[in-house]
């Protein structure tokens, strides 16, 4: 006898851009002013719908050669200003939906059980 109640969940990690900065620095390969940082938030999701933010991560970019380094490559240069869009950057709101929707849910139940 085959069991067909089975069900498939899309789970797994996704991530969004929450800041972009222009550095002050040149790069560190083809000596352009045209570096760039970019922040992004990390998110855990179930079926596509953001459930809560994980982690921040930044990475570089050259905007004229576009060699891209991560974090641990930066330059002591561009510290400053990792420091400074770090700090700038926000957790959407929206990374917490599914959260936001299962406590509105569980305190509106709430709520008629109580006018019942």
Request: aromatic share 16%.
């Amino acid at each position: 006898m085959i069991n067909s109640n089975n069900m498939i969940f899309f789970f797994g990690t996704r991530s969004t851009q929450v800041a972009a900065h222009q550095a002050k620095t040149n790069c560190a390969y083809c000596q352009q002013e045209a570096v760039w940082l970019f922040v992004y938030q990390h998110y855990f999701h179930i079926f596509w719908i953001p459930v809560f933010p994980l982690w921040k991560s930044t990475v570089s970019s050259c905007g004229h050669c576009k060699q891209t380094l991560t974090k641990k490559a930066f330059l002591p240069e561009l510290q400053e200003d990792y420091i400074k869009v770090k700090q700038q950057a926000k957790t959407p709101w929206w990374t917490f939906s599914l959260l936001i929707a299962a406590v509105l849910l569980v305190v509106g139940s709430m709520i008629l059980a109580k006018l019942a």
